[in-house]
């Protein structure tokens, strides 16, 4: 997206086939990668909100805080440009820690917006790159963080793992047994029951230069 825009997705799942009828997903991952913030104070921003839990690993460079109606908001804490991911499920340490990795339960849709701060030239772009499944590589390096751990923090200001770390580890337990979190058996959650689904994103392209949704929705010249 551009420079100094923001963009407010909307992510629904529908039976295969329909895009009217709407059903619940019992259980999937939902992944950000690549949260930058570049040397001259350009930044990405999102907001979620709707999820069981997130991951994050010990070493993340991801601070969050709690923005209340509009969900939790998530920004990298360090100025660097990371290399986008090329397989979600096979990251660098760099990767992982500037990436988000959310658990939604029973979920027929969520919303998230995404936020590139204006710098020295609005004509910079920031890639987004996102990864949806029923199955992912974080629980298996991350630590669980679940959503009433989260809002139980400090809502002034933004929480690194410095922060939650500690609090954590010293009782704060996970909701089931799923968010095992650092350390798991890698035995991650899968779909209870096969679901043929149709995932329509709903998307407000004004600031959007290029997508490659594979004719899923809105093109724009130029993409991959």
């Not at 919303?111 to 710098?119: L, N, R």
């Not at 751990?149 to 200001?157: H, L, P, V």
Request: hydrophobic letters at 35%.
């Amino acid at each position: 997206i551009k420079a100094g825009s923001a963009v407010n997705l909307l992510v629904k799942f529908f039976q295969a086939g329909s895009s009217t009828i709407a059903i619940a997903v019992p259980e999937f991952f939902f992944s950000v990668f690549d949260l930058e913030k570049r040397a001259h104070q350009q930044e990405e921003r999102f907001w979620i909100s709707g999820f069981h839990a997130v991951y994050l690993p010990d070493d993340t460079w991801l601070a969050y805080k709690d923005a209340g109606s509009a969900g939790i908001a998530f920004k990298s804490t360090t100025a660097r440009t990371i290399e986008n991911p090329t397989n979600s499920l096979r990251l660098s340490m760099e990767q992982s820690a500037h990436t988000a990795t959310f658990l939604y339960k029973n979920t027929e849709s969520f919303e998230m917006s995404i936020f590139f701060s204006p710098g020295s030239s609005n004509q910079d772009k920031a890639n987004w790159n996102f990864y949806i499944g029923s199955a992912a590589n974080a629980p298996g390096y991350s630590q669980s963080l679940p959503m009433s751990f989260i809002q139980e923090s400090d809502t002034d200001n933004w929480q690194t793992g410095s922060d939650w770390l500690p609090t954590l580890n010293d009782g704060k337990e996970n909701l089931d047994d799923t968010d095992a979190g650092a350390g798991a058996s890698g035995s991650y959650p899968q779909f209870q029951e096969p679901h043929p689904t149709t995932c329509s994103c709903s998307l407000d392209m004004t600031n959007v230069e290029v997508n490659n949704l594979g004719g899923l929705g809105p093109e724009v010249s130029g993409g991959a």
